[in-house]
């Protein structure tokens, strides 16, 4: 990478900096210090605004680095992901939009919450909903560290370590000063900037091939090393049977994950009636659709013009396939052009980490505040304010971001994403599931259900061969391996729905008819609803 490009670069990372610190100053002074102004915007977005939000905080650096890179590398097994991430959103617009925004106020707690006992409940459920919330965001906060410092051509540790601080501090001023409104529109403006990005590029891959989509794949098959296999199943999930259940593992933790994660369901808040929650899920499924097809033609596209052995050789998980893409389209390394389109790629990069810690953050520092502080507190002691509780979390959670992403700067953290959507499903889908269609669901089965989730998911990962027992493991130089799969996801969603299940047959507690009742008018018709 030349100095033109990482001019160019930081040139572009500080003019979007600059944007969303402006966002966010305005933010901060048209804000009313209410809680319904700080978790939810006041409700004021309108379906394409929320839309558009959505799709930026669901869609992350890894998906935009990630799958294409996996898809350059492993042809048809890594274009299963995209397929993965999309279909999970019909889960969501079919089970969760609109009885969730029907249900709640803030935090998923909220739904669980409105017929069990509160204080065990949110205390189970903020937990969850904190950990799975920080899962992902060191996730985002180590990616950051490492594709921004590999992009901006820094390879030593103070690059990597210096990027996490500086991305962790501006998460912090963007939550604890503009609340839901400045990361609202953030995640708008960031959607907006990856779209156009992805839409550019792919446009510049169909021209090379006159839009004869048969010589794509032909090309990338022919320049892949594995000839026709590159387009079809097997190469990454095919070897043996344990491959194939860790597909299937990983399949249902991506599919019914994206309907627990916190940061995607306090997005429903944001908006007026529960019809315009519906309606930004058909915008949000529009717009992630879309990109997860061009995800799809970019990683075809990288094995096709730059070749799998080229992207391995820059990164072995793959990561730098579409910044090279775009560095060859352009007209090579020493072209205006490419220089350019790198410069681009790597600053939509970064406006893609920026905003998705963003909205990451939001949605634990409001658990921490209206879930676990709220239930914890000292009943009659001076209670501060929830807002003022969830700007002070936005700091720790940041601090520990930071912390956990400079530990794990040197590490694969691939699997952290993989088990927060894991732990989502395990621990947030259940109770969520339950509490709105099983009548005689009780709050033993809710508490069961969530850490029924939550503890098999942490335990097995850490006994998975992504910790340790490989070369590729964090803890290459020990072996605890004793369960075989990377995913905890076909043992531990299982085991969080017959927790809850158990919790509840087993319980001396009456499930309240009433609350039931008034839960299911409510969800279905909207009355009552905030």
């Known amino acids: 990478m030349t100095q033109d490009h990482r001019t160019l670069a930081l040139l572009l990372f500080s003019v979007f900096v600059a944007v969303t610190l402006a966002i966010t100053t305005w933010a901060g002074r048209n804000r009313r210090g209410s809680a319904e102004e700080f978790y939810a915007g006041g409700r004021l977005f309108s379906p394409m605004e929320n839309g558009f939000a959505i799709a930026g905080d669901y869609m992350s650096a890894a998906s935009f680095l990630g799958i294409s890179g996996l898809i350059a590398l492993f042809g048809y097994d890594g274009m299963l992901y995209s397929v993965g991430f999309l279909v999970a959103w019909l889960v969501v617009l079919f089970l969760v939009a609109e009885l969730v925004r029907n249900c709640g106020r803030f935090t998923l707690a909220d739904v669980v919450a409105a017929r069990m006992r509160e204080r065990p409940v949110r205390i189970a459920v903020g937990t969850s909903s904190v950990t799975v919330s920080v899962l992902y965001l060191v996730a985002q906060m180590v990616g950051a560290g490492t594709l921004v410092a590999l992009l901006l051509g820094g390879d030593g540790g103070a690059a990597q370590a210096w990027t996490v601080i500086g ?3 501006l998460m912090v001023i963007y939550v604890s000063f503009g609340g839901m ?20 590029l792919t446009v510049l891959v169909l021209l090379r091939f006159h839009g004869d989509i048969d010589r794509l794949l032909l090309g990338a098959a022919e320049h892949s090393g594995h000839g026709e296999a590159f387009l079809a199943p097997g190469l990454r999930y095919g070897g043996d049977w344990t491959s194939r259940f860790d597909f299937i593992s990983l399949g249902l933790a991506l599919v019914l994950g994206t309907a627990g994660l916190p940061h995607i369901l306090s997005r429903f808040y944001t908006v007026p009636t529960a019809r315009a929650a519906r309606r930004s899920v058909v915008w949000a499924i529009g717009l992630i659709g879309g990109f997860y097809l061009m995800t799809i033609v970019l990683g075809f596209g990288a094995a096709a013009i730059v070749g799998t052995a080229e992207v391995r050789a820059s990164n072995a998980a793959g990561n730098t396939a579409v910044p090279l893409l775009a560095l060859d389209l352009g007209g090579g390394a020493d072209s205006t052009a490419g220089t350019v389109l790198f410069a681009v790629v790597a600053a939509v990069a970064f406006a893609t980490i920026l905003a998705v810690v963003a909205g990451i953050t939001l949605a634990s520092s409001a658990s921490v505040a209206h879930d676990l502080y709220a239930s914890l507190r000292r009943r009659g002691g001076k209670a501060r304010s929830e807002v003022t509780v969830a700007r002070f979390s936005a700091v720790g959670i940041g601090a520990v971001a930071i912390g956990l992403g400079l530990l794990a700067r040197d590490l694969n953290v691939a699997f952290l994403v993989g088990l ?9 889908l259940p109770v969520l599931l339950y509490s709105l269609f099983w009548r005689d669901f009780t709050t033993r089965g809710a508490v069961w259900s969530v850490y029924g989730g939550l503890i098999p998911a942490v335990v097995l990962v850490v006994l998975s061969p992504v910790v340790s027992g490989s070369p590729q493991s964090l803890l290459p130089g020990v072996d605890f391996q004793y369960f075989p799969l990377d995913n905890p996801g076909i043992v531990s969603i299982p085991l969080g729905f017959v927790a809850g299940w158990l919790g509840t047959v087993t319980s001396s507690e009456a499930p309240d008819e009433a609350k039931h009742a008034e839960t299911e008018v409510r969800s279905l018709t909207g009355a009552g609803a905030v």
């Open 181 to 200: 409104r400045a990361t609202t529109w953030i995640q708008i403006v960031k959607s907006v900037l990856l779209l156009g990005g992805t839409i550019a």
């Open 420 to 428: 927060a959507f894991a732990v989502a499903a395990s621990a947030n």
């Open 167 to 169: 991305v962790g501090a």
